[in-house]
Every structure is written in C-alpha cells, then in structure tokens.
Nanobody
Framework: QVQLVESGGGLVQPGGSLRLSCAAS????????MGWYRQAPGKQRELVATITRGESTNYADSVKGRFSIAIDDAKNTVYLQMNSLKPEDTAVYYC????????????WGQGTQVTVSS
C-alpha cells in the first residue's frame, strides 16, 4: 500500500540546479518524517535532508545553504531543490518515510540518479 516514487534526476553541470520529486502513496505527512538520502559508489548511504511536518527541517552540513526540502501536502509529494551543485553531490538519491512513535516503520523509494559533471 505504501509506495515512494522518485523522479527528476539527471545530468547537470557544476553550479547548476535540479529538483527531485517523491510521490508518496499511503503516507500521512503528519505521522511520518520524510527525508532524502544519497549513496555514491563505494560510499555509505548518508542523510541529505529531513522534514517533520509542524516541527523542523534538518540538513547535512555538506548541503546547508544549497539544498531545500519541502512538502506539497495537497499533492502528497516531497521535493528536494538542489542548487549550486558540485561533483561530490553525484549519487543515487532515495526518498524515505520514517515513523518511530509507538511503533517503527521505514520505507524507501527506488532511487534516482543525479550526476554532476562537466
């Protein structure tokens, strides 16, 4: 019933911008923290940004001031706006939905490739 589908990845030049989308089905943003994670070849998956509705946003130090996470509740979609992209941002980006209150649930999308290169 729960499905997370990422889109918007692609090839972009350094300094460019990209907006990723995560279409969430079967998820209530009032219950789940939504997040974006990324994984580059040979590296561990790392947090990029999270948003808890009515509470807070959280960003990795490496993307602060460049990336922004947002929710469109009417469309049940989570966005990641990425500006001033660097080659080190190259990775597969994954959408995540996490619940820890009372019981634990964790869902992942299939991922979308972002490549920053000249």
């Amino acid at each position: 019933q729960v499905q997370l589908v990422e889109s918007g990845g692609g090839l972009v030049q350094p300094g460019g911008s990209l907006r990723l989308s995560c279409a969430a089905s079967g998820i209530s943003f009032s219950v789940y923290t939504m997040g974006w994670y990324r994984q580059a070849p040979g590296k561990q998956r790392e947090l990029v940004a999270t948003i808890t509705r009515g509470e807070s946003t959280n960003y990795a130090d490496s993307v602060k001031g460049r990336f922004s996470i947002a929710i469109d509740d009417a469309k049940n979609t989570v966005y990641l706006q990425m500006n001033s992209l660097k080659p080190e941002d190259t990775a597969v980006y994954y959408c995540n939905a996490n619940r820890q209150y009372l019981f634990y649930r964790d869902y992942w999308g299939q991922g979308t490739q972002v490549t920053v290169s000249s």
